[in-house]
């Protein structure tokens, strides 16, 4: 495996540290209101599906850089 896709709710720190450490991407589904897509952002998620696209696009532009 090379990803890890799971539905926004069920992703937690724990969790994306653990795909991490598996050399896993971690890729969400679905998370259209702002606040959880805000979430996901500022979480580190590598990639994310949504019905909003151009509301991820305006919270990625607002978003603080991530350093992994």
Do not use: W
């Not at 090379?2 to 709710?9: D, E, I, P, V, W």
């Amino acid at each position: 495996a090379c990803a890890y896709n799971g539905h926004f709710k069920s992703m937690s720190e724990e969790l994306l540290n653990d795909a991490r450490m598996r050399a896993l991407r971690v890729i969400v589904y679905t998370p259209n209101q702002i606040e959880d897509l805000e979430k996901m952002i500022a979480l580190g998620v590598d990639g994310l599906t949504t019905d909003f696209p151009d509301r991820a696009l305006a919270c990625l532009q607002t978003a603080a850089p991530i350093n992994y």
